[in-house]
């Protein structure tokens, strides 16, 4: 019977990993759909302690999983499918039908990138429309571009968009920006940036081609439809948690992020921490998700050596 086993490899994951891999605790990782988690779809991490040129995000976790290897977690590739989390041990179901069992869970999942749901963007993504500029900026070069959102993802992925593009028109639908003021200086002091402020996104439009022309938008000021021109258009309109697959067996919030005890990955399951984005709508940074990733397997070891009380509370 495995002691433990971590699902999702973002930064709180492989931390997890690295920390339960020290204590001797053998986990099994499963890796999930996107090995690596957000940050191998960024470019440069700048804010991660450590290192002080920046670090490419791939590399970054990269790293991390073979420091997680080096003191011996097993990866496994799979997605899972569904748990059953009623009694122990614990199942895990994988997708083709496998079931694993563990003593402990750590949930790390993270979130993915929302989208609009307007007419004209499923159709197109992969062909006009992304949720990710380091995937898919290099095919918009010398074209022009649009980033929808207000946020500081939005200022992000425009401001990295204007190292291909032509020109980046940030679409929001209100006047004011959410963004945090250090990013939205950056993208106001970046002149191939321009911004098209209160406007509602309604559809991706296409020419007779097929090819992506645009995004109709609702001018909240003139009350009026127009069409504002790009050949790419990118959605950072922020992320929802992955626990779609849990169906229900640990207590989440309205929009589906994992409660845990304050203070704590404690989830309303005794053997169930949860760490990282998929439990964190407020910070979402790859150095709290880590840090949470730590505090996890920290949880998780007290657990198993028979010594945690559980209180549990979800906020
Ligand atoms: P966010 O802060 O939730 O911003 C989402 C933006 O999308 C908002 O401006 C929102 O508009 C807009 N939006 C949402 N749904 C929409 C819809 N249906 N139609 C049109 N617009 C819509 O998400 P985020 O930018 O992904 O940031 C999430 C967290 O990650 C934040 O804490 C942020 O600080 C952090 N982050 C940090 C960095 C960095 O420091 N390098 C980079 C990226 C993200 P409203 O403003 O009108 O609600």
């Not at 500081?152 to 992925?157: G, L, V």
């Not at 948690?241 to 704590?264: M, Q, R, S």
Request: with cysteine; charged share 25%.
């Amino acid at each position: 019977m495995r002691k433990t086993m971590v699902i999702g490899t973002g930064p709180a994951g492989l931390t997890a990993a690295i920390y339960l891999a020290r204590a001797n605790l053998s986990p099994i990782v499963i890796e999930g759909t996107q090995p690596g988690g957000q940050l191998t779809t960024t470019t440069e991490v700048e804010n991660f302690p450590g290192f002080p040129e920046g670090i490419m995000g791939p590399e970054l976790m990269d790293n991390m999983r073979k420091q997680a290897e080096r003191f011996g977690a097993e990866f496994r590739n799979g997605w899972v499918e569904g748990v059953d989390f009623s009694k122990r041990p614990f199942k895990v179901k994988l997708e083709g039908g496998e079931e694993l069992e563990a003593e402990s869970v750590i949930i790390s999942t993270g979130a993915s990138a929302k989208y609009l749901g307007i007419p004209g963007e499923q159709d197109n993504v992969g062909r006009g429309v992304s949720t990710c500029a380091t995937c898919d900026g290099f095919f918009f070069r010398g074209k022009k571009i649009l980033v929808i959102g207000g946020g500081d993802s939005a200022m992000e992925e425009a401001n990295f968009l204007t190292r291909f593009a032509t020109e980046v028109t940030v679409v929001h639908r209100r006047e004011e920006l959410r963004a945090s003021k250090i990013m939205q200086d950056r993208a106001k002091g970046n002149g191939k940036i321009s911004w098209a402020l209160n406007r509602t996104p309604l559809e991706v439009v296409t020419d007779e081609t097929g090819a992506v022309k645009g995004l109709k938008v609702r001018n909240n000021e003139a009350g009026q439809e127009e069409l504002v021109e790009a050949q790419g258009v990118f959605v950072a309109i922020g992320h929802t948690p992955n626990t779609k697959f849990l169906g229900g067996a640990v207590e989440t919030d309205d929009h589906g992020y994992i409660l845990v005890k304050p203070g704590t990955t404690e989830t309303n399951v005794p053997g169930v921490f949860a760490c990282g984005d998929v439990q964190d709508m407020r910070y979402r940074q790859a150095i709290t998700a880590a840090g949470s990733g730590c505090m996890a397997a920290m949880d998780c070891e007290k657990f198993l050596e028979g010594s945690m009380v559980h209180d549990w509370s979800g906020n």
